[in-house]
């Protein structure tokens, strides 16, 4: 199979979506696209490379699924709309039962968001993908790193280290099978969920939010840094799941939440004088966000650990880093 028929049998839709926003997609040199009325583009690009980001041995749709959450977890983490994705592809061979289930996967997740593929490319190498999803932001609006102020309170989305800690069980599986804590931490690392919707929702209640994906305090850092800021973070308030506490020492557990990469919640600020209208929209809205902390004026202490009121010692490596 060559590769413009690799493209047509797993990534060409039989039949196209009747859609304003996209005038050419797949099979010709470029997509063309329509930005809507009064609102601004959003992009982002995100490469997954095999050993790395992801074990060999994964299954075929979850990668393909995981590959478009972490961009559309970026898309979200600007309150952004997503719309579309373009995908480069490089296998190390034409695997025609490899192809069919990450092309499921792909568009599983994709109808799921009513995003579209519109392009891409396909190669020969060592097996890697990179993805472009791009999005809308309603003009003069956005969640942007550079926008938390001092008293800000710091909140983030659902519960943190799971993904870290499903990871852990991939890499050092406690038993031939997996009880239901473990299936969930392990689904958690697998197929994370990009929270789309609240990102849009926090356009109204906030200006500065941040994907978890290097971990809690490598992701907050890059927050304070763009900010000119510091942070007070509570360690007791850090939301832990049933499974992670099942599985894992309390001590564990938090190093998990405060450093463990991959979890795509989202860690943003609202401002004091919100907080009240942000938790009865949260309660109305049925959805779960913790705050740990806040931000505070810049020192010398960019991140400072409270337990009980008592500050404690950073961890010695604070996030996932590609070359440390």
């Known amino acids: 199979m060559g590769e413009f028929d690799l493209i047509k049998q797993y990534f060409t839709r039989n039949k196209r979506?009747?859609?304003?926003?996209?005038?050419?997609?797949?099979?010709?040199?470029?997509?063309?696209?329509?930005?809507?009325?009064?609102h601004r583009l959003a992009?982002?690009?995100?490469?997954?490379?095999?050993?790395?980001?992801?074990?060999?041995d994964i299954c075929p749709a979850d990668l393909a699924y995981k590959a478009i959450a972490v961009n559309l977890s970026d898309l979200a983490a600007m309150g952004a709309t997503p719309r579309w994705v373009s995908l480069a592809l490089t296998l190390p061979k034409c695997d025609h039962h490899w192809l069919s289930l990450f092309s499921q996967g792909l568009f599983q997740i994709l109808d799921e968001y009513d995003v579209e593929l519109i392009g891409g490319d396909t190669t020969k190498g060592h097996l890697s993908l990179t993805i472009t999803a791009q999005g809308f932001i309603p003009q003069q609006q956005g969640l942007f790193r550079h926008q938390a102020k001092v008293n800000d309170l710091i909140y983030?989305?659902?519960?943190?280290?799971?993904?870290?800690?499903?990871?852990?069980?991939?890499?050092?599986?406690?038993?031939?099978?997996?009880?239901?804590?473990?299936?969930?931490?392990?689904?958690?690392?697998?197929?994370?969920?990009?929270?789309?919707?609240?990102?849009?929702?926090?356009?109204?209640?906030?200006?500065?939010?941040?994907?978890?994906s290097d971990g809690l305090l490598a992701d907050l850092s890059h927050i304070l840094n763009r900010s000119q800021c510091s942070t007070e973070i509570e360690v007791d308030k850090l939301p832990l799941s049933q499974a992670i506490q099942t599985e894992y020492s309390h001590s564990k557990a938090l190093n998990f939440a405060l450093t463990g990469g991959e979890d795509?919640?989202?860690?943003?600020?609202?401002?004091?004088?919100?907080?009240?209208?942000f938790e009865n929209m949260l309660k109305a809205k049925q959805l779960n966000c913790y705050c740990i902390g806040k931000i505070t004026s810049q020192s010398a202490e960019n991140i400072r650990l409270l337990h009980q009121g008592k500050t404690i010692p950073l961890p010695k490596q604070i996030g996932f880093d590609h070359f440390r």
């Open 17 to 38: 979506l009747d859609r304003s926003d996209i005038l050419l997609a797949i099979g010709d040199d470029c997509a063309v696209t329509q930005v809507p009325t009064h």
């Open 43 to 56: 992009i982002t690009t995100d490469t997954l490379v095999c050993d790395t980001h992801f074990l060999a």
């Open 156 to 212: 983030v989305s659902g519960y943190l280290g799971d993904s870290a800690a499903g990871l852990d069980l991939l890499l050092n599986p406690k038993s031939s099978e997996c009880n239901s804590a473990q299936h969930y931490l392990l689904q958690r690392h697998l197929k994370p969920t990009p929270r789309i919707a609240l990102g849009k929702l926090l356009l109204d209640y906030s200006q500065c939010a941040i994907d978890i």
């Open 264 to 277: 795509y919640e989202l860690c943003f600020t609202i401002p004091e004088n919100r907080q009240t209208d």
